[in-house]
Each structure stands twice: as C-alpha cells, then as structure tokens.
C-alpha cells in the first residue's frame, strides 16, 4: 500500500478550550507537573542533573532519570502553551543550564555514565542510555517550540551528533541499536524540527539495523524477541517484547515510513498494528499482558487479575496509533488513539491528579494480593490503589506530558482535506498548505455525541469526520442541509465551499455490550460496557463483594447519567447476583442456587480505584 | 468433643474383588510398579542403596531418594496380598539386605547423609531426612505384614529408637521437627502395630513441639507458615503451608489424638479439615493453589488454570479424611476420602498406569504454556501430558501404594458397630472385637448406585451405612424388609440380628450440576458436572478449542452411558457455544452474538489428558 503524507497542525495552535479534556489539562498543569516536580526533587532526580555524585553518596542516580526529568520538561513545555507558568518554565531554564554545563566537550549526556560508570559510555545496551537521550531531544524539541529557548534544543542537537558519529559513521559502541527504543522516534522528530538529514539517516540506520546484527542481549532472563531483535523490522509480524518499547519502536518505524515513503516498512507497521489491535490488546488499549517484562504473550492471551498493561504501553498505543493515520487515513488508527484517550491511557493517573498506575489490571480481588500466605512475594497481582511515586516513574510524567499535548491528536491534513480525528472542544487559527484557517469545535463529547464543527477556509476542498467503529448511527449536517455521506474507511467526507462551514455532527454514543473474540478464554461469557469510546466497570464500592458472582441482562436498560467529577456519564442497569440460602459449604447442587435482582452500577474504567481498595471488574458474566 | 476410637480392619483381610478398583489394583500390580521400577533403575534410585556414591560419580543420590523407594515397597508389599508376585518380592527382599548392611551402627539410615554429605546428619530440617525415614517405617511396617518378613522393620525399628534419643531424650539435632512432616503418622504406626511405647511418646514430642521453639527455618523463600511452625498445633486454625506435608502432619495429629483421646488436637484437627474443605480445597479435592511451594493460600483462592494440587495432596487428605472418621464417624469425612478416591488423587495416574500428573489443574488451555514468547519460563502452568518420570518423583509410587491399599478405606468398627465407608466390590473375612465376621459386598458403584451387602455376624449390634453428602435419595432393604432410617451425621444405622443379614443399599447416582461458592470468583456463573461422587470436566477432543466459550443448559438432560474404558459413565448434555459471524475482530458488540446448539461430552476427570494434549475445563458457564 502507497505511503500517504498527512500532517499534523502544530500543537501550539490547537487550544483545548472547554469541555473533558479542559479539566484534565488544568489539573496536569495545577496538579500534577507539582506533585510530580516533588516527588523528583525528594528523590533526587532534579539535584543529579548537577552532576555532583560521588561513590558513596547517599542517592545514586539511576540510568533512567534522566528519562524521567525529560518528560516531565517536554509536559511543562506543553503546558506552557495554554498555562503560562513562570516558576515552572524558571524549574527549566535551571535544569537547561546544569545539562549545558555537564554537557561534555564532544556532546555526550548522560547523567549516569557520566558519574556513576564513567567511562563505560555506549558498552550497555541494557542502561537506558540511548532511551534518555530520545526523551532528552523531546523535550528540547517541546520547550523550544513552546518558548523560543533554543539552547535545550542546540545541547540535544550536538549530542545527537555524537550518536550519530559513533553508532552510525563508526560503528564503535559496544551494540548497534538501542536497547530500549525511542532515539528513533526523537531523532524523527528533530528531523521534522530541524529539517536536519543527518538525524533522519541515523533513524533510519537504527530502524534498518535492528535485527540484522548479531547484538548485545538485554538480560538474561529474556531472548532476542523482547528487544524486536528476533528478524529485520520490516519482515515482522506480530509485536513482541516490552510492550511499551516496541510501540515506540513501531513509532520510530512509521515515522520513517512516512518520510522515505518506504510501503515496506509501512507494511510491516500495518502487520504490528493489526496484530496488536485484533488479538493483543485489551479492551482498554492496554498491552503487555505479562509482568514478566511488560511483554506481549501470546494471541488472545489477556488475563484480567494479573494484567501487567502498563499506563506507559496505552499512551505509546495512541502515538503509534496516530502516526499510522499520517500514513494512511483509516478510522481504525484514531479509534486506537480514542481508546486509550479514555481508557488505557487515561486510567493511569487519578480524578485529582496526584497518584498513578503504573500496572492497570481489569480485575481486582484484593484478598488475592495477599494470597502468599507462607512464602515470599511470589504471586505477581498488580497494586490496587495508586501510588504518589514509583522508583521506576516512566508514568507519572508520561501521562502528564500525554494530556498537555491531547491536541495533537485532533486533526491532520492532505493537500485538499482536513481530518477530524478526535471530537474534542478547541479553538484553531492555523496554517494549512498556504493557507490560514480556523477550526473551532464545541462538544461534551463522550458525554454525549453532539459535535459543532466551524471552518473558515478558502482553498480547502475537503472536510472528513471521524465515525468511530463503535458507531451504528450518525447525522450530520452542513450548512443547515442533512448530508448523507458513505462511511468509507472511517471517515465521511464532505465537499466544503470557500468561506464558512458549519457542520453539526450527531453520533449515537449510547450505552453498549461489547464482548470479546471467544479465544480469549478469561472473558467468555462475559461483557464489557461501553459509552462511546469510554470503558465502564464495577466497583465494590456501589456494587458489594464477590464481582464475578453479578450478572449483567444483556435486555437490560441501561440509564447514563452524567457524573461531574468523571466528565462523563455513570451508567445503571438492571443485573442479577448469584446466591445461595446456605453459606458455608465450598460446593453444593446447583439447583440451590438463586439468582437476586441487584442495580449494577458501572463507573468510567479511567476513574477506578479512586476511592480507596476495593473490587473491581471490567468484564461482567451475561445473563 | 470426645475423641472416639474406632478401629480399621486389617488390610489383609479385605479382598477387593471386581469392579472400578479392582481393575485398577490388577493395573498397579501389572503395570505401574514395573514403570516405576524401571524408571527408579533408571535414575540410579535403586543403585543409590548400595551406598557406594563417590564425589565426581556421575549419579548423586538425592535427599528424597529413600522415600521414593520407600513408597514403592510399601505399594509392592499392598500389591502382594493380592496379587502374590515373586519378582517384585525379591526384589525388595534384595533393598531390604542392602538397607540392613548399610544401616549405620547406631541404627542410622539415610543413603544421603550416608554417601553424599557424610558427618551433616540431623543438621538440616529442609534435606528430607526425618521423612525419608518415615517412609521407610511405613514402607517396612507394610512389608512385614504382606510378608511376615521381619528384617526391615526390625532395622526400622532401630532407627525409630535413634530418632528417638537425637530428637526427644539429648535434644540434639540441630533442629527440633521434621521439616518435611511424615515421621509423626509413620511413627503412630508403628506404634499400633509393635504396641512399643517409645514411638508413641516421640510422635507425641514431635507433635507438641512444632510451633513451640525457635526452629530452623526451611528455605529463605518461606516463612513459619509454610512448615505449619507459626503457632502450636493444638492452636491452629487454618491449613497452612505446603499442602502435603501439611496434610500428612494433620494425619499423625489425628494418630496422636486418637491414641492419647486428646480432645484439644482432635478439635484443631477439626478446625483444620473444616478450614480445607470449607474454603481451601478443589472441587476435585486437591489443594494447594500455589506453585510456589505446593501451597495453601488464602481462603477460595482456587485459581483453576494454574492450579497446583498436587496428587499427593489429594492422597494425603485421603488419608487425614480416614483417620478423622475413625475420631469422629460422620460422614463428611468419608466423603472427601470418597473424592479423593474418584478425582483429585486418581488423576495423578494415566489410564495406563505408566504415566503421571504432579500437578492436576482444573482447566488447560494449551496455548498459555506457551506466552512466555520473550522471557524465560516465567509463567508458571502445569504440563499438560502426563509424563513417565519426574525428578522429585513422590506421585508415582504414592498414588500406586494408595490404590492397592485402598482397601482400608472401606470399612471401620466400634464395640458394638460395623461402619461401611466405602463402597467397593470386596470380599472381607476377618476379626472384630472377639468374634470372626464376613462381608460380602458386591456393587458396580459409582457407575451405579446398587451396593448389595452380606453380612455374617453374631454379636456386632448394627452397621453403619455411608449415605454420602450429595447423595439426596436412597432406599435401604434389609433382609428384604424396606427400611427407613434416618441420617445421621452422613450415616444410617441399621440394627442387626446375629446371622446372616442382606442389606440392598441403592443410591440415586445422577449427573448433577453443581456451583461454588460465590466467593471463589474463578467459578461465579459456572458449574462442575458430577454423577456420585465423580467430577467431570470437559476435553477439546469431543468439545472442540475454547472450552470456556461453552455454556450448560442448567435445565438439559444428562444422558449417561457406561464406558468400560472408565470404569464409570460418560455424560452427553445439551449445551451452546457462543461464537460470532465475523472472526477477526478481538471486540465485537454482544448482540452480534450467537449461541449455537452443541452437544457437550463429559468425561470423567481422572481420565482427563490421556489422549494427547487437549484444552480442558472442569468449570463449565451455565446458561
């Protein structure tokens, strides 16, 4: 399939203005980029950019802070753009000073390897080490973009240099490519950025390396496919390893695709993607169903109590997902990002914006947290309430940076159409082609399904409009007229006049069951709830013990009604609870058993375990 | 409550005579110890005894080599009250000469503390040591009676006396209490069957001891609980630990109790069966959920897939279930001897009696063996094929002693009462109280519920008759006269004339469908089929791949038919399987669903797995 080569508007002229994501955006940029700044001072992460450790020092620092701080800069920097924060931006500006200032003489940063293994620079693929450096360009692309401070951005520019002398001219580091990607989606993007070649060869090297060199391997308790080492990248099939590197690496892949316009390397992208989405992926966007290195399994293998499904692998989902629409306008890349918008991605991180998840699990049964009774921490059941800070904290600054940045999932373009990815209420004065436009988009999307589009353009020809795969019914009209276009392959499209277009989009978003491929054992017989894109579950809470006892009547009515604090609505329905008269025996005939009228009452997905432990289903035995 | 006492008949004296066991007995005897013979000489098992191991040989004896051996001896002596077999006889009688020339002066044996770490004896609770010799009692104890032959136990004897001075007279060893338990029952054998005090008084020590001293701790992956070293025995209340060796602890608890009508042990032991069988047991009667340690773990924590129970914890709480009748005779107890009998202990064998189960899980799905795709065997499920040998190899001649001595769970008595437990083709002569009594029972139980029973007493005043839990019909003829006892405690009582008395017992065996309780969420909305005391499962064979996409119809007909490979009935009954029109997608909406039709076949679950690798359930969703 031929390469297409849609752009996206830049974030900075997408202003997010009311609406579900307007809250979540202020309380990333009140909340959460705080609570985040505290946890990384306390534990050191701010001082090690000073570079001042020495062995025996009481914090070390670890080969992934870096990271960490990167993407907490890239979400203040995006955050910057519609909440002006001076304190913060002075956080930054402090940070830029200390990395321009340990930077070293040839480019290279790396806190790490700079003061705990000195020396040993690029001898282990395993240290995150080319992992920060792709989040350090991020950032320094952000900021820049966002401030018109060049100097983050000129430091990472250098380093990215010296990456590319020694892994791409030389050859002379101890591995070929990185051990845990996301340099080539970075280095993509300061290509993009800079329109510098040298940074799209050295992508292109790394994505065209991989899997064609005998390599260092990661640790010893994984084999070459949880690195993607297994094959050359454009001969996969199905997604292997670390759930959340390999969908920065299938990024990294896409964005190359797009630039060289290589429909092998996008077939390949297509092949990973389709495996994800049709037999590895829950419900709720997550991947990685294994704790054993956040990897991917095997197809249809996605248990609920003990789903790994890193907050991180759903928000690299949506990234990938969207860079797939730039390659090829089908519906089915922006569903993914909606999906984790409001489920996978979004669940990582609590109503009041201070905890997180690093692990989302579709069920939990707290009693079997503890069930190692007599030996030690064996069971791997994900924690059950969120935590303010990890030792490993990927996630709180990348779903922060994840919301700050939501309007870039909105629309992209070709040279005749503007693509309307996302329902989400904006305000857009942008260039398109040659250009300027204004897009302005007011909705309570997915509350309801009501969306006013308003474009004033000139030289546009075309306007397309999402239909989510979920929905079965939708009106639209333009200019006052119902229109009654074909869906075709997601989109419908419209033929706009020069001037104003009003548009008034009504999708069908009601309460509905959805269940899953009957190769996926663990949910047989059972039903998700869904509103639109978002997942519902029980709780214990309104719901009582014993979850997987309930049964929800696939007849049943179910009656949403809008909940303030989810921005969406919470949804009742008539259900059964599964009981017996005697209570004490193990077993007993079936035929004692008697089946209650019980309400059940479902909650967004995104929103449990906000209210202190309790149970919790996605998946709900069908009557 | 009191501790009664009733009695068991000599093994001996019950012939089992045709039917489900008997088949099986003649399969022990022709098949199964010849395999375990050969794979024992195999893996230098056999060779081990002639205590020649050299550091640098190629073959190290391991630590629970002796018990291995033990069990086999032990199976081959039940096996020659039937089936006489000069063979096998001589070769133990050769075992027994290498164990009486290598037995260390003091009365010392363990071919591991003898060859391998020489000088370290009684230093190491976890090496095993303590069991190995408590299977060499019990082992030595069956020889002699099947026999006469005295040699081995008389060695035995002197070991027991050794044990005796280390552990209870000096103090010592350097721990206090079998890591491994087994010594305790083996020991209050004995005792009954020598009438030697000294090994009643060490049981008893090592039964008050545990959980009162400091003691050595058995791996660092564990705690007290998992040796049942948390608490003194007489104040525990929960099953604990690794289920086997904790199931063979409550077994000489019971012994110790029984012996010394220690009402206090006996109410723990109490408490603990309850605890198992209330919350902790398998519906197949197997416990420990956990790999990790064959453990117990929290209260209805049955996960089915990754399902440990063991084989020989289904023996084991065989045998604990027995003893308790003989405390206490309500039919609870004889009823989870009954399961064990049918399900979770049988299940450990192949049809052909060549091959085994360590772990018998409730639910296979082939393709989870398989997720670890990037990581190294980190998932943990069980085989799904029965295997011919395993390293630690306990199951193999456990389950072979079990079924040729399965005899013993027939039948009990008091002064005045014949208790009929168990109903078993068999053909009984033998002594109660002072006077020589027959019976005659004849029965194709459990493929039907006809037991016909001839009894030839003169001053036994009444028999007992098992009327088992889920049994909830019956009619009772005695001497032709319709009876209408009421149950008590699981038993009906029928007094007797002296003479000839003929009891035509019919139970109403009927496929039934039976639930858990709502608190094991692994089997809410699903049901097991039984028919008597015999769980059925599901196989991919007959029902096709993704068993869990079945549902029951609670309301179908249960068709039956004897199936001669079994030994019991195979049941056909209406069901549905969910499926949908289009495959690809992982979610579809729940109304695109169809339930189609389909014929579900049931096999029993001790058959499960002797065909190839297949998906298969025992929990079942119930339309």
Redesign the interface.
């Known amino acids: 399939m031929d390469v297409k080569q849609l752009k996206h508007l830049p974030l900075a002229d997408v202003q997010i203005t009311g609406g579900f994501w307007k809250e979540r955006q202020e309380t990333i940029s009140d909340v959460t980029l705080y609570a985040v700044r505290d946890q990384f001072e306390k534990t050191g992460r701010f001082e090690a950019f000073e570079c001042e450790y020495k062995e025996g020092n009481a914090i070390k620092p670890q080969c992934y802070w870096d990271s960490d701080v990167a993407k907490w800069i890239e979400a203040v920097a995006y955050s910057l753009l519609y909440h002006p924060n001076e304190e913060l931006e002075e956080d930054v500006d402090q940070l830029v000073e200390l990395i321009a200032a340990n930077q070293q003489e040839d480019g290279y940063f790396n806190i790490y390897f700079m003061v705990v293994e000195p020396g040993k620079r690029f001898t282990d693929r395993n240290a995150h080490e080319l992992y920060c450096c792709g989040h350090l360009i991020e950032a320094a692309i952000a900021y820049d973009m966002a401030t018109g401070k060049r100097k983050f951005l000129d430091c990472m520019e250098r380093y990215a240099a010296l990456i590319d002398r020694v892994f791409r001219i030389d050859g002379s580091a101890s591995f070929c490519t990185p051990g845990h990607p996301e340099l080539e989606l970075a280095l993509m993007k300061l290509y993009r950025y800079t329109q510098n070649e040298t940074y799209l060869k050295l992508a292109e090297y790394f994505i065209n390396t991989r899997g064609t060199k005998e390599e260092q391997s990661l640790t010893?308790?994984?084999?070459e496919?949880?690195a993607q080492d297994h094959a050359p990248l454009r001969e996969q099939n199905t997604a292997?390893?670390?759930a959340v590197r390999a969908a920065y690496l299938y990024s990294g892949m896409a964005d190359v695709a797009y630039e060289t316009k290589d429909s092998e390397l996008f077939e390949a992208c297509r092949r990973i993607f389709s495996n994800i989405?049709?037999?590895r992926?829950y419900?709720t966007g997550s991947t990685g169903s294994?704790h054993?290195?956040e990897?991917?399994?095997?197809?249809?293998?996605l248990q609920n109590e003990t789903a790994y499904a890193e907050t991180c692998s759903a928000l690299a989902m949506a990234w990938f997902a969207d860079r797939m629409t730039a390659l090829e306008p089908n519906g089915r890349y922006a569903d993914i990002v909606e999906l984790e918008l409001y489920n996978g991605g979004l669940s990582g991180i609590s109503l009041d914006g201070k905890s997180f998840f690093y692990e989302n699990p579709l069920s939990i049964?707290p009693?079997?947290r503890?069930?190692?009774?007599?030996?030690?921490e064996?069971?791997h059941y994900p924690i059950t309430q969120r935590l303010e800070v990890f030792g490993c904290s990927c996630c709180p600054p990348n779903v922060s940076r994840f919301i700050a940045s939501v309007g870039n999932f909105i629309y992209q373009y070709d040279t005749d159409t503007l693509y309307v990815n996302q329902y989400i209420e904006s305000d857009t004065l942008t260039k398109v082609n040659d250009e300027t436009i204004s897009i302005l988009q007011q909705t309570r999307y997915p509350a309801n399904g009501k969306i006013n589009l308003q474009l004033v353009a000139t030289k546009l020809k075309r306007i397309a409009l999402r239909i989510p795969g979920?929905c079965?019914k939708f009106t639209v009209t333009m200019n006052e007229t119902e229109m009654t276009p074909n869906v075709e392959n997601g989109y419908i499209y419209l033929d706009i006049e020069p001037g104003v277009t009003e548009i008034e989009l009504l999708l069908a978003v009601y309460p509905?069951?959805?269940?899953?491929?009957?190769?996926?054992?663990?949910d047989?017989?059972k039903?998700?709830l869904m509103m639109g894109p978002v997942v519902y579950c029980l709780e214990g809470i309104e719901n009582g013990?014993?979850?997987?006892?309930l049964?929800v009547d696939?007849q049943a009515k179910f009656v949403p009604s809008f909940e303030q604090n989810y921005g969406v609505n919470i949804i009742t329905a008539k259900g059964y609870?599964?009981?017996?008269p005697v209570?004490?025996?193990?077993?007993?005939?079936?035929?004692?058993?008697q089946q209650v009228p019980q309400t059940l009452h479902f909650i967004p997905y995104f929103a449990f375990a906000n209210r202190g432990e309790s149970e919790m289903t996605v998946w709900v035995?069908?009557k």
């Open positions: 010893d308790w994984c084999n496919k949880y292997e390893g670390h989405v049709d037999k992926m419900i294994s054993m290195g990897a991917f399994t095997v197809d249809y293998d049964d009693k079997l503890n069930r190692d009774v007599s030996v030690k064996q069971a979920w079965r509905r069951l959805v269940a899953a491929n009957p190769s996926v054992q663990e047989a017989n039903a998700a013990i014993n979850l997987q006892s049964q696939a609870r599964t009981v017996r209570k004490e025996a193990l077993y007993y005939d079936l035929d004692e058993r035995s069908v």
